[in-house]
């Protein structure tokens, strides 16, 4: 039987690459993104399988309407893949109240939004995936990144609480952490800090480590999600890219070693 998916980011980057995936293994998708206008070709290739649907997931009463109208397209939602990011690049001094606050709006929020909305549907019908998509950088602030790893990382911590209250009725949650895919985030998908002087050598230093590197293309990291929501018990995590793997596990080393290394001062109070 065909799968209903709901992706939102879903017009370019991953969100597309998941969504041309499913349609090619005969899975019906409903694509949501702000601007649903790249859609177009897909649509046509797949007239009875595609539903574009607007939508600014920032705004939580059109994320409900949205979702009971994608409802009623399919009849039923199997896999809900929360996709919609984007980037605020710069120092944590440097951004503005505002910024933050739209970041936070995108990253973090409209994920909750999506997944208050959807699970009352998964809940009745007694099974579905959600794929909470964040980042392999959650584990830590990173310069210039920080407040993009922040509002992941925040997702992170939602999704864990989300997985064990809606385990209960079926429903199985993993948080897909994603390496670096040249999904077009680092352009149009950012806003950037106005930059200060005091913070250039930080900046030059960064710039230089990155490189310009754009990363794999995303559709080459839809063949391990397309895996993952065919396993009957699908893992709470999954680190998707193999450089960025390593990275985590290097990370996951640090921290207990650092841990370890201030045992003594921890110890020394109960609690």
Do not use: C
Not at 33 to 53: H, K, S, T
Not at 64 to 69: F, K, N, P, T
Not at 71 to 86: K, L, T
């Amino acid at each position: 039987m065909s799968r209903v998916w709901f992706i939102t980011g879903a017009s370019r980057g991953l969100g597309r690459a998941f969504a041309e995936a499913a349609l090619q293994a005969g899975d019906r998708v409903v694509g949501v993104a702000r601007n649903v206008e790249p859609l177009v070709e897909l649509a046509q290739r797949y007239p009875e399988d595609l539903v574009r649907l607007p939508l600014d997931v920032t705004d939580r009463d059109a994320v409900i309407a949205v979702v009971d109208q994608a409802h009623e397209a399919f009849g039923r939602f199997d896999i809900v893949v929360n996709n919609a990011g984007a980037m605020l690049l710069g120092m944590v001094e440097e951004a503005g109240e505002e910024q933050i606050r739209a970041h936070f709006d995108v990253n973090l929020f409209g994920a909750v939004w999506v997944t208050q909305a959807v699970l009352p549907y998964l809940r009745a019908q007694g099974s579905g995936r959600i794929l909470q998509v964040t980042t392999m950088g959650t584990g830590g602030g990173f310069p210039m990144v920080g407040l993009y790893a922040a509002g992941k990382s925040a997702l992170d911590s939602v999704s864990e609480a989300v997985a064990m209250e809606a385990e209960q009725f079926g429903v199985q949650l993993t948080i897909v952490q994603m390496g670096g895919y040249d999904t077009g985030l680092f352009t149009v998908g950012t806003t950037a800090t106005t930059p200060a002087p005091q913070y250039q050598r930080l900046r030059d230093e960064l710039i230089a480590m990155w490189g310009d590197e754009a990363g794999p293309a995303p559709a080459t990291a839809a063949p391990v999600i397309m895996e993952l929501v065919d396993l009957p018990d699908p893992p709470r995590r999954l680190v998707v890219g193999s450089d960025s793997f390593d990275l985590v596990q290097q990370d996951l080393r640090d921290r207990a070693a650092q841990y370890r290394a201030w045992e003594h001062l921890s110890r020394r109070v109960p609690g």
